[in-house]
């Protein structure tokens, strides 16, 4: 029997500037993806100081709005809220499908470029068995090198950085990921989303885990950080190659305010329900 969780999520970003910001524009990818292992049954993005412009689906086909900050506006609220139920399927996510060619997943980016450090890593890795058995390996062993730290790197920290320092947090784990499998010659990408945590409703941000595509099987998620595969209480929200392209919130603006950040994020089950497994 495989599990179905029907999610609640309420995630609340605010922002507070000293003076008026005379012009900005963002992208927010915080509407999640429905897919045969998740379904989106009410999803809502409220703004306030700012103006919805354009929304579209990016190369990686992850719903984005555009949106502007209102003139002269020193407060700015961007409040999602809505219901996902997900399916428990061990991480395996599907086949491929959508724009990008998967010889595209192997390709570095700024933060995962692999380097020195990325090769000592591997250096004596064991390559036996099948491609998911020395993915399951590789998560380990990424979590075995470098500690699970909060506050020692950001969101511009690469791979190579994180595995030099030995610390990191979710995002880096991902990039780490992501980096070695690809030079592993497995296509690989970085995911973000939201993760129902066992001891809390309350959380101060996102979660973020990697998923590699394995002939057969298709998509499969790793969240390194927490050891595991995903099961019904990850909620994808958005893929790309790296950070950058799945960020939730990402964008410009002019002028020289201070920016004051908070989020607020709740994710808390609705209800479950024990379905038929598809494989038996």
Not at 88 to 114: C, I, K, N
Not at 137 to 162: D, F, M, N
Not at 248 to 273: C, F, H, N, W, Y
Request: hydrophobic share 40%; net charge negative; charged share 20%.
């Amino acid at each position: 029997m495989a599990e179905t969780l029907n999610l609640k999520i309420t995630h609340r970003t605010s922002y507070h500037y000293d003076e008026p910001v005379p012009y900005a524009l963002q992208q927010l990818r915080l509407t999640p993806k429905s897919r045969e292992t998740q379904q989106v049954k009410s999803w809502a993005v409220t703004l306030e100081g700012a103006t919805a412009q354009v929304t579209f689906d990016d190369a990686h086909m992850n719903h984005v709005n555009l949106i502007s900050f209102d003139g002269g506006a020193t407060e700015i609220l961007i409040h999602c809220e809505g219901e996902v139920e997900v399916t428990d399927t061990s991480g395996v996510v599907g086949q491929h499908s959508g724009y990008m060619p998967l010889w595209m997943f192997l390709r570095g980016t700024e933060l995962t470029a692999a380097g020195p450090a990325t090769r000592r890593l591997l250096k004596g890795f064991d390559t036996s068995g099948t491609v998911l058995d020395q993915l399951h390996r590789l998560s380990a062993h990424i979590l075995s090198e470098v500690a699970y730290t909060p506050g020692e790197t950001h969101s511009g920290t690469t791979a190579e950085e994180a595995i030099t320092t030995g610390q990191g947090v979710c995002q880096d784990h991902a990039h780490i990921f992501v980096t070695a499998a690809r030079a592993l010659g497995v296509p690989a990408r970085y995911v973000s989303g939201y993760l129902m945590m066992e001891d809390r409703v309350d959380q101060d941000a996102t979660h973020a885990w990697a998923e590699a595509h394995v002939d057969g099987l298709g998509w499969v998620g790793f969240d390194i950080a927490n050891a595991q595969s995903p099961d019904a209480r990850y909620v994808r929200v958005a893929t790309g190659l790296d950070y950058a392209q799945a960020a939730p919130i990402s964008g410009m603006r002019l002028g020289s305010a201070k920016e004051d950040l908070k989020v607020t994020l709740q994710v808390q089950t609705a209800g479950s329900i024990q379905t038929q497994s598809q494989t038996g």
